[in-house]
């Protein structure tokens, strides 16, 4: 069980095109999700926080107009990078919390989508 | 601002000998919790500790919390290949958002 799936796990656009990347918790209900990025051989960096039904808050420094958090159901996010740019390359990683665990501190991690900018 | 400072940075070591991992922060967490990440996948969780002082311990891995909650070491024994990979401390604040440690890259050489 707690399975997070993400789609699609690798992407190649160009620079000033839309990524769509998706979210899902295949097995239970996330309240909340989690979208991070991370830069090849450097650590998982906190984005924002998405919560099912409100507006997603974003970490200092994220733009919250160029990376669009949607999470329309109990199962799905969805991150948007818009207007793509070169340095926008990086490896995004979204985490589910079940809704009804209790666990403040449980996430389950997705695979990843690798997103190449050219 | 990194939160979490983790050292070693990269650690290679022969097979069978020990070595231990540490994270340090300034900061107080409610929880912490550490993963292991393999290339192009996300992280998978080991462990997580609450307790200041806790220590659990997962076969040849043992992992400890600080007295203060400020910070954990992950000590492994007897390491195999099959441990290489990228090790993560991640902190719990009290909005339960996770904040991770810049990395701990492990190599075991056969």
């Known amino acids: 069980g707690a399975v997070v799936s993400q789609h699609p796990s690798w992407v190649i656009c160009k620079s000033g095109t839309s990524v769509k990347i998706e979210c899902r918790s295949l097995?239970?209900?996330?309240?909340?999700m989690f979208w991070y990025r991370q830069f090849p051989k450097q650590s998982l960096m906190l984005m924002a926080t998405s919560n099912e039904g409100s507006k997603a808050t974003y970490e200092q420094g994220v733009e919250k107009d160029k990376f669009l958090i949607n999470h329309a159901s109990l199962t799905l996010s969805t991150l948007t990078v818009t207007s793509a740019h070169p340095e926008d390359s990086s490896f995004y990683i979204c985490s589910a919390r079940p809704g009804t665990s209790g666990r403040m501190d449980e996430q389950y991690f997705g695979p990843g989508t690798r997103l190449t900018v050219t | 601002t990194q939160l979490l400072e983790q050292s070693p940075q990269f650690l290679s070591i022969q097979e069978g000998e020990n070595l231990t991992v540490y994270c340090n922060s300034s900061?107080?967490?409610?929880?912490l919790q550490w993963y292991r990440q393999e290339p192009g996948e996300g992280p998978v969780l080991l462990v997580t500790v609450v307790t200041g002082g806790e220590v659990k311990k997962l076969k040849r891995l043992t992992f400890q919390f600080g007295d203060a909650r400020k910070d954990s070491s992950l000590h492994i024994t007897a390491a195999q290949p099959g441990d290489t990979g990228l090790y993560l401390c991640?902190?719990?604040?009290?909005?339960?958002?996770?904040?991770f440690g810049s990395g701990t890259k492990l190599n075991v050489k056969p």
């Open positions: 900061s107080v967490f409610s929880s």
């Open positions: 991640a902190g719990a604040n009290n909005f339960n958002k996770f904040y």
């Open positions: 097995d239970f209900q996330a309240t909340t």
